[in-house]
T-cell receptor, first 112, second 112 residues
Framework: AQSVTQPDIHITVSEGASLELRCNYS??????LFWYVQSPGQGLQLLLK??????LVQGIKGFEAEFKRSQSSFNLRKPSVHWSDAAEYFC??????????FGTGTSLTVIP | NAGVTQTPKFQVLKTGQSMTLQCAQD?????MSWYRQDPGMGLRLIHY???????DQGEVPNGYNVSRSTTEDFPLRLLSAAPSQTSVYFC???????????FGPGTRLTVL
């Protein structure tokens, strides 16, 4: 069965520090890969996605993610975190044509 | 464009009551889906639809019914509410199943 793993439940970083959120997936073929962000009490907003091609993808708000097939990973990065980045981040996989699988999320706290 | 809209925003039910969560989209998307979000479990797919008149089960379909009579609307029915259905419910739509999902603002449901 397909699965998405986000091993870090909660991460705390200082404002201005770099950030990396981990995501691993289990799927036989190369799936469509997504990162979403959810602010408290809000719906989910797409940060970036990977379908094919260049394995380093750029998203909104200065985020980027790199697809590594050999590691079945799609880690999210940001070189300098802002206080407004505090939120919950979800990795997701689109697979089997009509199914969408989410990880359990990583909660990000940003300290001044 | 309003995007994906959901009503109501909040709802409290008693065990055994039934209700319908409404979802509508104005992007002419063929694919629509319902998720529930519970702490520590991410988002789990309840039901989805690939077009008017076509629905299918997701990961956690028990206790829920859906129908898709039009492209725009995809209501979720709770037949006999149980406390285990206390959750935040999100509706989403996309051009096709594994493509970028656009989310509504969510419905917070409490079953007493």
């Amino acid at each position: 069965a397909q699965s998405v793993t986000q091993p870090d439940i909660h991460i705390t970083v200082s404002e201005g520090a770099s950030l990396e959120l981990r995501c691993n997936y289990s799927y036989g073929a190369t799936p469509y890969l997504f990162w979403y962000v959810q602010s408290p009490g809000q719906g989910l907003q797409l940060l970036l996605k990977y379908f094919s091609g260049d394995t380093l993808v750029q998203g909104i708000k200065g985020f980027e993610a790199e697809f590594k097939r050999s590691q079945s990973s799609f880690n999210l990065r940001k070189p300098s975190v802002h206080w407004s980045d505090a939120a919950e981040y979800f990795c997701a996989v689109g697979a089997d044509g009509n199914q969408f699988y989410f990880g359990t999320g990583t909660s990000l706290t940003v300290i001044p | 464009n309003a995007g994906v809209t959901q009503t109501p925003k909040f709802q409290v039910l008693k065990t055994g009551q039934s209700m319908t969560l409404q979802c509508a989209q104005d992007m002419n998307h063929e694919y629509m889906s319902w998720y529930r979000q519970d702490p520590g479990m991410g988002l789990r797919l309840i039901h989805y639809s690939v077009g008017a008149g076509i629905t299918d089960q997701g990961e956690v379909p028990n206790g829920y019914n859906v129908s898709r009579s039009t492209t725009e609307d995809f209501p979720l029915r709770l037949l006999s509410a149980a406390p285990s259905q206390t959750s935040v419910y999100f509706c989403a739509s996309s051009r096709q199943g594994a493509d970028t999902q656009y989310f509504g603002p969510g419905t917070r449901l409490t079953v007493l």
